[in-house]
């Protein structure tokens, strides 16, 4: 292969990294905006069931003929005995084309509030430190959120108790406004993967999320992680 055409080939590889980093390909780019408002139950380890108020907005690049991605959401809630409201929050981020997470769980023990949530695709897992288990965990504390990790997550939460897919299409569902527990977990069975099935503890055999390729983000790209050239075409691109 003569140096020019493994030049071409080599920037034809990188835009369509940059092409996937923004969701979109060459029948792309429509922009969308679209909300939905509702309340789930999430049921706690002893019974008791808290009422999320759940936010979707979607925002973002995307095919034509297929909606946004969910771009802004959040979860609202009060924490039991103490009433305090708390909101947990995913914004649109540039990088991943979209918001970040698909919350699973939300559980508080003690005054403690903790959501559990997937990766949004491959370029948000690969955001987040390509996790195993794919989760990335939040707990409240001192009136912030901070990431924590996985042995940190109480053992009695061991089932999610958010709808997980789609949630704004499940909210139609929903009885006066509300998604009750046992809806929610209907609506969860048809997973078919384990780490959506229950909150897993260990780690998998394979990559937490195997077909998505480890890729990291410079200069407004996703590249492999020992793309040199791909690195010197962003250099030359973002000077």
């Not at 055409?5 to 092409?19: A, D, G, S």
């Not at 979109?24 to 002893?46: C, R, T």
């Not at 995307?62 to 039991?80: D, K, V, Y």
Request: aromatic share 8%.
């Amino acid at each position: 292969m003569s140096n020019n055409n493994w030049v071409t080939k080599h920037i034809t590889r990188l835009v369509l990294l940059m092409m996937i980093g923004v969701g979109m390909d060459a029948n792309a780019g429509l922009f969308g905006i679209g909300g939905a408002s509702w309340k789930e139950e999430a049921l706690q380890p002893d019974g008791q069931k808290i009422m999320v108020e759940r936010n979707v907005v979607r925002k973002g690049n995307h095919e034509i003929g297929q909606r946004p991605p969910i771009g802004n959401q959040s979860l609202t809630f009060s924490i039991p005995n103490t009433g305090e409201r708390v909101t947990w929050e995913d914004s649109y981020s540039e990088d991943v084309g979209g918001g970040n997470f698909n919350p699973m769980l939300l559980g508080v023990q003690k005054n403690t509030a903790y959501v559990l949530a997937s990766p949004a695709g491959c370029l948000s897992y690969n955001k987040w430190g390509r996790p195993n288990p794919p989760y990335v965990i939040f707990k409240y504390e001192a009136k912030q959120w901070q990431r924590i990790q996985l042995q940190e997550l109480p053992a009695e939460f061991k089932s999610p108790n958010l709808v997980i897919s789609s949630p704004d299409d499940a909210a139609e569902e929903a009885t006066h406004g509300i998604l009750m527990a046992d809806k929610i977990s209907e609506l969860n069975t048809g997973f078919q993967q384990p780490v959506y099935m229950s909150i897993l503890r260990e780690p998998l055999a394979a990559s937490g999320q195997g077909s998505c390729p480890e890729l990291v983000y410079y200069k407004g790209a996703w590249i492999g992680p020992g793309d040199s050239i791909g690195k010197r075409m962003m250099d030359r691109i973002k000077k």
